[in-house]
């Protein structure tokens, strides 16, 4: 239903303006029924601040006619010496009753004035009049009922000779006026359980403060009088709402309808009514677009029939050219299975070549590596060969120079022979002094015995060349034998020095010949290493020519797998084409 609703353009701008036409009136209705119930809020406040207003004035007269008339003394008006009732009736109420020296007078005299107020209007609840502690002596006649014993239905019935001490009270009863506003309005909740409006003015009795009139309203009222304002309105804007969507309906109906017809136009020349045209009966938007149409059709129409006649024509060369293509597509098919079995063999062909040539280039690599093997073992071999002839070389010269240290020491060891007896002479001589020593020390002993007292002295001396005689003697023996040692040890030395040169000269006739063979073998190696190096260098510049041989012939079998591939691709494209060709016939045909 929303979308057949939404399909139609006429409906759209209906329910459009009626959408924004509610907007409005919900807007003017809530501003309305604000405006009308701040209205009637002052109106009430108005007519309750009248009637306090009215009833202070009336309550200052009884008051001051009182004092004036001396039925009451002005101390007995200003009387709040507040005593509680403990005899009759209203002794039995469960909230404290109490009288004062005006309760009297005031029950005979204004009891009729506050019933007045509250008669004459449904929402004034209660109009009393209140002292300045709130005490309020005479209530309204429907809350100054008997008591019943029942403390809640006393509660409202009986309200009369209470102190009203609630804040709400106190407010009212000392409220003076002296604020310009001449009166205090307070919203507060009643103890019955009711919400209201509390309105006092003050009471003045000969220029002074005695208390307060105050009026109760009725919120409930308040609130029904808002709420039958409020369903007036929104019914009212209801009723304007309904006639203004009928009334913009038939306006959007009737200037839509142009519109319609111009789309039943437009659906015949879909269908294939070339010569519809649209009426103008206006000059206004529409009936440009109708104009507009039907020039667009005429030229529609014109270009129409020259592309028919285009296509006719278009559609027999293409009869043509579709009999030539297929003619040539099976021409083709055939060179192209051709194309691909040759393709095919040659791939395989080239698939042995590549495996050949792979094979080679392995075996080119390995005698390449073999090669390298060798000129490297040659080098080495050679470069131990120069280390060897060079160490034969030092070897031939340090023996010669051990040759010579060894003549040097032979000669050095004869000349310590030679020594050793010079020193064997000089030894005896030595000894012989010591002979002699040791006879001179005897004899000058034999003196000193001689000489009694007197050679003592020259005996010591005697006694200490003896000693020392004694012990060259017995040095001289030492080296004596220590010479004999060394003349033994050296002809044992030159005799091995002897040997020693006659083995270094067969030690170096030995190492000449290593030197000649270490030549010999030297030479060897390096014709062996210029071999191999050359052997290296064939071997890789065949190494390299294999790899390019087997690298040229993978990329031949590469383009000979994308030949035999490209050639079955195209036989199988061929093929559709010849297909193509065929339906494009058989369409032709159908069209002819």
Known sequence: MFRWVTDRIALKIVVSLILVLLVILAGFTVFLVDQRSRAMEESMLTKARTLAVTGSKAMEQVLEEAIDSGRLSQEEVFDTDYREIKEGPLARSAIPKYHTSYDTFLDQEILKIEDAFVDEDSMVVFAVLVDVNGYLPVHNSRYSKPLTGDAEKDKVGNRTKRLFNDPTGIAAAKYDGKDGNKILKQVYRRDTGETMWDVSAPVYVKGKHWGGFRIGLSMQEVEVAVNELRNSIVLSMLVVLLIAGATIAVVVTRIIRPLKELTGVAERIAAGGFDESIDIRSNDEIGKLAAAFNRMTQVIVKNLKTEVEKSARLMTNIKAAIQQLSTSANEIVAISAEQSAGATEQATAVQQATTTSEEIA?????????????????????????????????????????????????????????????????????????????????????????????????????????????????????????????????????????????????????????????????????????AAREIKFSTQQQTSASEEMASTIVEVRDVAAQVASSAQETTQAISELTGLAERLKELVEEEG
């Open 362 to 530: 392995v075996t080119a690599k390995q005698v390449a590596q073999n090669a390298i093997q060798v000129e490297t073992q040659a080098e080495r071999a050679n470069a131990a060969g120069k280390n060897g002839s060079r160490a034969v070389d030092n070897a031939m010269e340090g023996m010669g120079i051990l040759k010579g240290k060894i003549q040097s020491v032979a000669e050095a060891m004869l000349q310590l022979g030679e020594n050793s007896q010079k020193v064997g002479g000089i030894v005896d001589i030595i000894d012989e002094i010591s002979d002699q020593t040791n006879l001179l020390a005897l004899n000058a002993t034999i003196e000193a015995a001689g000489a009694g007292e007197a050679g003592k002295r020259f005996a010591v001396v005697a006694n200490e060349v003896k000693r020392l005689a004694e012990r060259t003697v017995e040095a001289t023996a030492q080296i004596k034998h220590l010479i004999e040692e060394i003349q033994k040890a050296t002809n044992a030395t030159i005799m091995l020095t002897e040997e020693g040169t006659k083995g270094a000269d067969a030690a170096n006739d030995l190492v000449g010949r290593v030197s000649v063979s270490l030549r010999e073998i030297m030479q060897l190696i390096q014709e062996t290493t210029a």
